[in-house]
């Protein structure tokens, strides 16, 4: 059974930094990419950023860009999204997803077949 577990959401100032983490469990090789969405009340789900089998290619969505950074561990079977700088407008439920393939062909969700329970962001003063 494919099952994927975020951690790491909580409540941090504008400015501040978190670390979300996607451990994944259930499957047998390193064939799939990981990506991070979020989804913000009253909006929908959005992708942020997508890494590819080995680790060596990344997308960001423009709106994170040099303040997010996506990475993942095979040894450990997790993905990362580091956080840094952030700001209210970054505020939702942060979600981690898979797909079977080698590289990031997008941030679309649909693509996707595989998702975590979401862990919550909140930037607030």
């Known amino acids: 059974q494919l099952q994927l577990v975020e951690s790491g959401g909580g409540l941090v100032q504008p400015g501040g930094s978190l670390r979300l983490s996607c451990a994944v469990k259930g499957f047998t090789s390193d064939y799939y990419v990981i990506g991070w969405f979020r989804q913000a009340p009253g909006k929908e789900r959005g992708g942020v950023s997508c890494i590819s089998s080995s680790g060596g290619s990344r997308l960001y969505a423009d709106s994170v860009k040099g303040r997010f950074t996506i990475s993942r561990d095979n040894a450990k079977n997790t993905a990362y999204l580091e956080m840094n700088n952030l700001k209210p407008e970054d505020t939702a439920v942060y979600y981690c997803?898979?797909?079977?393939?080698?590289?990031?062909?997008?941030?679309?969700?649909?693509?996707?077949?595989?998702w975590g329970q979401g862990t919550q962001v909140t930037v607030s003063s």
């Open positions: 997803a898979a797909r079977r393939n080698l590289y990031c062909s997008g941030l679309t969700s649909r693509e996707f077949g595989y």
